[in-house]
């Protein structure tokens, strides 16, 4: 059982880049059997959050919190500066007051996504760094989200801060505490020992939330017929901006697990969020980049995953064959 676990690991991670988009296929596809589901979203981010906190004492945890300029950072590059880009890019090819611009920017305003904890482990990055970005900027999203729509829109949306810090306590504060309480009982040992088991049921669960969140924007699909040929560019242009400003922004750290952590924290957003505010605050045109941007944003991250292994055999082969030069 250990070693089929560890290998259906293996093979998932090795075909991730067929995996995920065909995960969203099923969600469009099987919809009408899926939707009863859409609901264990949450749960299903639950079990992928604490299968990543297992490997995590509270040694790395207050690690992190005590060098919070790279935290600081990637809030700038993710709240700031990207949504800046989003608006210019938008203004310049839809005018200022097209509803398109508003979820091209609630796209960059809306707190990272639970998932990049998942692709961060993959990809070997800092999974303490990114649960502990993900824990603080999902709960200044109550404050966060609204004042970046009235910086660049003048207005204000009423976000319902008590049922959404639910959530997050749910699907982010409340397994990383267990999984944190886990790592210190075991000493550490804890995330070995149960990687044959808990690994393969994660990505079972990742292949889950994608599929649902497919399923759960079905019926918008129609708003996605209009304006796609201009749309589908700019969705793509911007979610790829967002992966680059993470990764060139600490290119000066020098640190490869660093790059990797900021540059899926600032390309990866918790969209699930991003099309309920969009379609209950504003008009319906707005929904459409976010729900356009769930369909890239996944392969996208899938695509990142494959650039970062390329670049880290490079490193690795190139500190080879200076060390035997």
């Not at 459409?288 to 941007?293: H, T």
Request: with cysteine; hydrophobic share 50%; charged share 10%.
């Amino acid at each position: 059982m250990r070693e089929w676990g560890l290998r259906f690991n293996h093979y998932f991670e090795k075909w991730m880049f067929l995996i995920i988009p065909g995960s969203l296929v099923l969600g469009f596809a099987g919809a009408d059997a899926l939707l009863p589901f859409v609901e264990a979203v949450p749960y299903l981010f639950a079990f992928v959050t604490l299968t990543m906190a297992i490997g995590c004492g509270l040694r790395e945890l207050s690690g992190v919190m005590k060098k919070p300029g790279i935290m600081g950072l990637t809030f700038v590059i993710a709240h700031i500066v990207s949504p800046l880009a989003a608006y210019g890019v938008g203004t310049a090819v839809f005018g200022a007051d097209s509803p398109y611009v508003v979820g091209l920017v609630l796209f960059t305003i809306i707190p990272l996504g639970v998932s990049t904890v998942l692709w961060v482990g993959m990809s070997g990055g800092s999974i303490p760094l990114m649960l502990s970005m993900v824990v603080l900027d999902s709960l200044l999203s109550p404050l966060v989200v609204p004042a970046g729509i009235h910086f660049f829109f003048d207005t204000t949306a009423q976000v319902e801060t008590g049922p959404m810090i639910l959530d997050l306590i749910i699907i982010i504060v409340l397994p990383t505490v267990i999984g944190v309480a886990l790592h210190q009982w075991s000493k550490g040992t804890i995330q070995e020992r149960v990687k044959p088991y808990t690994a393969p049921v994660s990505k079972l669960c990742f292949v889950g939330v994608v599929a649902l969140n497919a399923t759960a924007i079905s019926p918008h699909l129609h708003q996605l017929k209009q304006d796609m040929a201009v749309l589908v560019p700019i969705v793509v242009l911007l979610v790829g901006l967002c992966y680059t400003l993470g990764f060139v922004g600490t290119s000066f750290a020098k640190d490869g697990k660093t790059q990797i952590t900021v540059s899926y924290a600032t390309g990866m957003r918790n969209i699930s969020l991003g099309i309920v505010l969009a379609l209950g605050y504003f008009s319906p045109l707005a929904a459409v980049p976010v729900v356009l941007s769930i369909l890239i944003q996944q392969p996208i991250a899938t695509v990142h995953h494959y650039i970062l292994q390329k670049i880290n055999k490079h490193k690795t082969s190139a500190r080879g064959g200076a060390h035997v030069g």
